[in-house]
């Protein structure tokens, strides 16, 4: 884990798990949007530097960045990490969500996945750049995801391996 975390220079560039990937914003808005797929079919979507959700290939949470904490899938709910820094070493801190604080922060995730979906359909957007450059239907994969991740039966992934 870094000692010391700074704001990405260029995260699309930097993104290089996601092998379809790209950066786009809303119409009226200078927020950059960034989306991608990994080799295993998840779906990361970036709010900027400080919001990012991470779906497996049947639209259940696994993890999530939000200003400066980390989430991780539980399979029952999700662990809050939050990182302490001394002068020697980093730990990090871990609390499990109640019921209530998992149904808030579930309700706040769909809530932008809606909006995103939402954009997307009304081609509210410009596409800054798109890896690969000529991955035409990136748009509608990317589209018909967000259905299956605001369709999901489910909202957690199962427990991420190894992980307590």
Known sequence: MARVEADREDLLKEAVALVRRMEFQPIDSEESII???RQTGWLSVYFGPDRMYQFDETGRLRRSY?????YRTQGMTLAKLQRQRSENETTLLR?????????EFRDQALEKIRWLEGL?????????R??????AKL???VLAFLGIVLNSPEFLAPPIRGKR
């Open 120 to 128: 997307l359909r009304a081609d509210d957007f410009m596409v800054a």
């Open 35 to 37: 989306v991608g797929f």
């Open 95 to 103: 609390h499990d969500l109640d019921e209530t604080a998992l149904a």
């Open 130 to 135: 798109r890896i690969p450059a000529d991955d």
């Open 66 to 70: 939000i200003n400066g904490l980390l």
């Open 139 to 141: 748009t509608q994969d």
